[in-house]
């Protein structure tokens, strides 16, 4: 399930960075068999880089997804996300850090915890 202790803020500020310039703070309505609708907090990043996305899910948790890439000249894209009550701890830890992002955490707050 992964890591629910998150570490420094070296690791901290670098996660920050990562999701101010490639990631995104997102509200998903999530739909139960009965047609129930919730709505779960995530936090996502995206890079071509395996081993970044490796890094965020060993040190944060979560999991990772990718994408094949539309021709030879894209590269393979993959997607780093982390959900729920852990994505909102996550992003609680992350909002003095961020600069570009930091009122899409508002808006996380304000949607998704109640």
């Known amino acids: 399930m992964g890591k629910m202790i998150f570490q420094d803020r ?5 996660l920050a960075g ?17 047609g129930f609708k919730s709505y ?7 890079n071509t880089n395996k ?4 890094w965020l899910k060993d ?5 990772i997804t990718s994408n094949k890439p539309r021709d030879i000249m894209h590269k393979k894209a993959y997607q780093w996300t982390i959900t729920g009550n852990r ?7 992350l909002e003095p ?3 570009i992002k ?8 304000i949607n998704g915890s109640g």
Request: hydrophobic share 45%; proline share 2%.
């Open 18 to 34: 990562l999701v101010d310039g490639e990631g995104c703070f997102y509200l998903a309505t999530v739909t139960s068999g009965k």
């Open 102 to 109: 930091r009122k899409e955490v508002a808006k996380l707050y």
């Open 59 to 63: 040190t944060f948790g979560g999991y």
């Open 87 to 93: 994505a909102l701890m996550l992003a609680n830890w």
């Open 40 to 46: 779960q907090p995530r936090i996502i990043v995206t």
């Open 97 to 99: 850090l961020l600069i």
């Open 10 to 14: 070296e690791d901290m500020s670098y």
């Open 51 to 54: 081993d970044v996305m490796d």
